[in-house]
Structure formats: structure tokens, C-alpha cells
């Protein structure tokens, strides 16, 4: 396992970088870019393409991050009540709050393209709506809490 460690946490670490940069670009690059379209079908449909994207990108790293923080958590032997395997079990919680999180974005984006393939501009807006406000902040926060915490665990 030694042989591979190094590769196991670039892949992990690789993996939070796509997931959380791409959350960021999203949030504060692109997401103000798009008020600029005055159209609001063409606005939309552009939201809908562009989350699409991503969330279509980040997913194979999310099984990424869980697998290589698996075989991490093996192989360092973070089990028990120590102060490290607290660390550890906190990280497994942000990522699982950030990845229910994430279905939940997924879900709110298909209705919302459903409703924006039904002509009802309006409620795909209102759908979508929560995903930009509160849900990416949320989860761009969680991941950096995260990254925290892995350097933390490197540290020791």
C-alpha cells in the first residue's frame, strides 16, 4: 500500500480540487456572468447546460474522494477515540453532507429542466433558485472546512 499512498492522496486531493474549484467557478464567475442575460429562457437554458456540465463532471470525483478516503482511513488505521480518527469521522461527515447535498442539486436541476422543456420559464427559475443562493455557498464552505482538516491530518 506505502507504493501507492502518494497517488491515492493526489487522486483524493485532485478530486476535492475539481469538485470544490468547479463549485467555486460556478458560484462566483459564471453564476454573476449569466445575470447579465436580459432573455430569461436564454438564461436558464444556459444554467441548466452549465450545471449539467458539472455536475456531470464532478460525479466520477465524488466516488473518487470517497474511494481514496477509504483506503486512506485503511491504511493510516484512523479507527477508535483518538484525536486523529475524530478528524477523520468529521471529514466523513462533511463529505457526506456535501454529497447529499449534491444529489439533492441534481435533483432540483432535472426538475427544473422539466419544467423549463414545459415552457414554465417562471418555476424553473424558482427551482433553481435555492441551488445558487444556499446550496453551492453550503457546500463550497463544507469543502474548504474539508480541505482544512486534511491538512490538519497530513500534519500529523
Known amino acids: 500500500m506505502e507504493n501507492y499512498l502518494l497517488y491515492i492522496i493526489f487522486f483524493h486531493v485532485l478530486g476535492a480540487i475539481i469538485w470544490i474549484g ?3 467557478a460556478i458560484r462566483f464567475a459564471v453564476h ?3 445575470q447579465n442575460i436580459d ?6 437554458a444556459r444554467t441548466l447546460e452549465i450545471t449539467g456540465r458539472l455536475f ?8 473518487i474522494i470517497l474511494a481514496t478516503g477509504l483506503m486512506l482511513s485503511f491504511s493510516f488505521g484512523f479507527s477508535g477515540h483518538t484525536k486523529l480518527s475524530m ?4 471529514k466523513e461527515a462533511i463529505w ?13 436541476r432535472f426538475k427544473a429542466q422539466s ?4 415552457a414554465d420559464i417562471k418555476r424553473a427559475k424558482e427551482i433553481l433558485s435555492p441551488v445558487a443562493k444556499y446550496m453551492l455557498p453550503i457546500n463550497i464552505f463544507l469543502g474548504v472546512m474539508a480541505l482544512f482538516f ?4 497530513r500534519g500529523f
Open 22 to 24: 468547479g463549485m467555486i
Open 32 to 34: 454573476p456572468a449569466l
Open 39 to 44: 432573455d430569461a429562457s436564454m438564461k436558464i
Open 56 to 63: 456531470a463532471l464532478v460525479f466520477p470525483f465524488i466516488i
Open 87 to 90: 478528524i477523520v469521522h468529521v
Open 96 to 108: 457526506l453532507v456535501m454529497t447529499l447535498n449534491y444529489a439533492l442539486m441534481v435533483y432540483l
Open 115 to 118: 419544467a423549463f422543456l414545459g
Open 150 to 153: 486534511g491538512l490538519v491530518l
